[in-house]
């Protein structure tokens, strides 16, 4: 059974800096492109980064361009987001999940999700 | 990237159908074939549904089924159940890279 475990969440204030892990089992992990996907509280889902399998391309949506940093260690079978500079509206649970099928972040579905950490961003 | 426009809800008594409408633009439904759908029960994670607008993952109900015409992609629960009652995201990929949800559809069974 494939699973993912996020980590890394808590409170932190305006401004500061944190690094969420998601710990990936029960797949062949360098074999598959990994996302970021957000959701704050009562709100909608909002994608947030995505990275290809050997980790050399990675993609952001515009209001975290700059400050957010996704990477992974294909050797520990871990996805990693560096947040920093963070902002009241990045509150939110952030889920990692597993793109079908992909080695590139070009489309493919989203289909196994971690249960998410939250992130609350005090100001 | 702005969130593609879905109905806020739709609502449904058992055994019926409901279709829920996910429209985007043509940097994103109208120019791939890539749309995707989620199911998020309460304080679960979301759950994939649909993928390449119409095709379903292996265990997912064939009650589910996806389509898509222009910059609009659907979603079609038939037979509705009580289990059915969530909320709905559709999902596509951007000509920019990325990928944009929808706003999200509440689903109530009646």
């Known amino acids: 059974e494939v699973q993912l475990l996020e980590s890394g969440g808590g409170l932190v204030q305006r401004g500061g800096s944190l690094r969420l892990s998601c710990a990936v089992s029960?797949?062949?992990?360098?074999?598959?492109?990994m996302t970021w996907v957000r959701q704050p509280p009562g709100k909608g889902l909002e994608w947030v980064s995505g990275?290809?399998?050997?980790?050399?391309?990675?993609h952001y949506t515009d209001s975290v361009k700059g400050r957010f940093t996704i990477s992974r260690d294909n050797s520990k079978n871990t996805l990693f987001l560096q947040m920093i500079g963070l902002r009241a509206e990045d509150t939110a649970v952030y889920y990692c999940?597993?793109?079908?099928?992909?080695?590139?972040?070009?489309?493919?579905?989203?289909?196994?999700w971690g249960r998410g950490t939250l992130v609350t961003v005090s100001s | 990237q702005s969130a593609l426009t879905q109905p806020a809800s739709v609502s449904g008594s058992p055994g019926q159908s409901v279709t829920i409408s996910c429209t985007g633009t043509s940097s994103d439904v109208g120019s791939y074939n890539l749309v995707s759908w989620y199911q998020q029960h309460p304080g679960k994670a979301p759950k994939l549904m649909i993928y390449?607008?119409?095709k379903r993952p292996s265990g997912v109900s064939n009650r589910f089924s996806g389509s898509k015409s222009g910059n609009t992609a659907s979603l079609t629960i038939s037979g509705l159940q009580a289990d059915d009652e969530a909320d709905y995201y559709c999902?596509?990929?951007?000509?920019?890279?990325?990928?944009?949800f929808g706003s999200g559809t509440k689903v109530t069974v009646l």
């Open positions: 990275i290809n399998s050997n980790g050399d391309s990675t």
């Open positions: 390449e607008n119409s």
């Open positions: 029960g797949v062949t992990f360098r074999s598959h492109a």
């Open positions: 999940a597993k793109f079908d099928g992909c080695t590139q972040v070009d489309g493919c579905a989203l289909d196994v």
């Open positions: 999902c596509s990929y951007a000509s920019d890279t990325t990928y944009v």
